[in-house]
């Protein structure tokens, strides 16, 4: 299993501010996951993180609007920039330990953006 | 390109009778098969996996599910459920030999005593 924490648990944000959400996994993954749940929807992959490349986004996600850091093999952030209401949902974090293997998520991050 | 179909948004369920989350899925080529389950404001956590095999996987909490490749359905079923299993599951598929997770849009499971 792998144990990940996601900080901050919550947030209110005022638009046209940033947010910088943090993951820390308890062990090295190769690849860390962002993924978005917006209210009343699923979930949707934003970006794969790779660490000592740069991210890789999924369509409709830029980096502009999603930087993400990834400096070692257990930590990454994601940042929403220049928020709006738009960008109230819940972000998580995602590893994996072997492809074809499940998924761990974080208990995400509740954004509401006002 | 892969989609997931989740039909039921909204299952109520009395306690201890049998429930069924249906789901569906589209893909040209092999894939992987997930359900989770989502309790309120948690995370989520793996309920079961189809990766290859017998069709019929048994998960945590009593769940179990079936992979059926002609209709390209995955239901998940327990025969006798509780309170606690109030919660959102949702079922995803990856392909194999990639890590990238589709998720269905999710079935809220109410349970009434």
Redesign the interface.
Same mark, same amino acid.
């Given at each position: 299993s792998a144990v990940?924490s996601?900080k901050p648990s919550r947030d209110i944000c005022q638009r046209g501010t940033s947010l910088t959400i943090q993951c820390q996994v308890d062990s090295q993954v190769t690849?860390m996951?962002w993924y978005r749940q917006q209210p009343g &929807?699923?979930?949707?992959?934003i970006a794969?993180a790779n660490q000592g490349s740069e991210a890789t986004y999924e369509s409709g996600f830029v980096i502009d609007k999603f930087p993400i850091s990834r400096p070692n093999l257990t930590f990454s952030t994601l940042t929403v920039s220049n928020m709006s209401p738009e960008d109230s949902s819940i972000y998580?974090c995602?590893v994996?330990r072997a492809?074809?293997t499940?998924?761990?998520? #974080? &208990? #995400?991050t509740r954004l509401t953006v006002v | 390109a892969q989609s997931v179909t989740q039909l039921d948004s909204q299952v109520p369920v009395f306690e201890e009778a049998p429930v069924e989350l249906r789901c569906n899925y589209s893909s040209s080529v092999s894939v992987y098969l997930f359900w989770y389950v989502q309790y309120p404001n948690q995370g989520l956590q793996l309920l079961l996996k189809y990766l290859s095999g017998s069709t019929l996987v048994k998960g945590i909490n009593g769940f179990e599910a079936e992979f059926n490749k002609s209709q390209t359905s995955f239901h998940l079923r327990k025969p006798s459920v509780h309170i606690s299993d109030t919660a959102e599951y949702f079922c995803a598929v990856s392909l194999t030999g990639a890590n990238n997770l589709f998720f269905g849009t999710g079935t809220r499971l109410t349970v009434i005593p």
């Open positions: 990940i996601q690849m996951f &929807q699923s979930l949707t992959l794969t998580l995602s994996y492809v074809g499940e998924a761990f998520f #974080g &208990q #995400g | -």
